[in-house]
């Protein structure tokens, strides 16, 4: 039945529009609409992500700034923290346990603390990591900005207050008798691959952590592992050397024990070659851009899917 106006008439029907059949896709093709919150391509994501370096670089240092905030020592804390840990490491396993056969004292103090330092600058990556999406959501959900910049900005806060720490560091091993060679200079890209490294990894557990919040109560008990399995408080091929070769071998070449044997290198006189597995520095290479990049685009991969649900 054809429709009426209220004089009798009949109402023309409009026109037919040109868009109308056509689907959402379809449409959203011919005016080049874009899904809300869709997943750039890897290179555009890669270069909104540099320009937002000065947003990461801000948010790592007032995450710094405030970490400690509370406290009456503040910034103190970012030293005395791992400082602490290295004399509790050293009274029970350098003292008690007698981890430090095969070293000096002058050695086995810098050795001890280098170790502390270093893996706690990985340890603090992925813990922070984890946290860094499901911790954030509120800013994830109320601004628009590359994710993976939350993941990046932790690892660099850390990297921040492993150089605060590197003061204590090199007074500690300056005291023992390891005086600044032009080895030294090698830290810098002993912890440039490591915080590639962490950054990697921190990414890898960013992703994990925003769908699976008890990860978070996991990961102490599985760095806690790492930690005990990377040789931070005893040398790897001293304490094994009535093990299997190949158990010190997994052992020296995991990462954490490849960057600190690095680091130790660097800066202690009597750690030589000799303590190092064969190819460390191909080795902290290619961890760092195995992990660095699979981690990087794992995470981008899941971009459009944080802070929803």
Known sequence: MSDTTHD???ALSPPPSADEGLSASRLADKYGLTVSGARPGLFAYIRQLW????FILAFSRAKLTAQYSQAKLGQLWQVATPLLNALVYFLIFGLILGTRKGMSQEVFIP??????????FTQNSVMAGVRSISGNLGLVRAL??????????????????LLFSMIVLIAV??????YPTLSWLLVVPALGLQFLFNSGLALIMARLGSKTPDLAQLMPFIMRTWMYASGVMFSIP????????WIADVLQYNPAAIYMDLVRFA??????????????WAV???????????GFVYFWKAEERYGRG
């Open 51 to 54: 320009g937002r370096r000065h």
């Open 284 to 294: 902290g290479l290619a961890w760092s851009l195995v992990v660095g990049v699979l």
């Open 238 to 245: 001293v304490m094994l050397a009535d093990k299997p070769q």
């Open 173 to 178: 091993a300056v005291g023992f008798g390891s």
């Open 267 to 280: 800066l202690i006189d009597g750690y030589g070659s000799e303590n190092l597995p064969a190819h460390v």
């Open 8 to 10: 009798g008439g009949l």
């Open 144 to 161: 628009h900005f590359p994710r993976a910049s939350l993941p990046i900005s932790f690892s660099l806060q850390q990297l921040q207050q």
């Open 111 to 120: 050795f001890l603390v280098t170790g502390v330092f270093v893996f706690t």
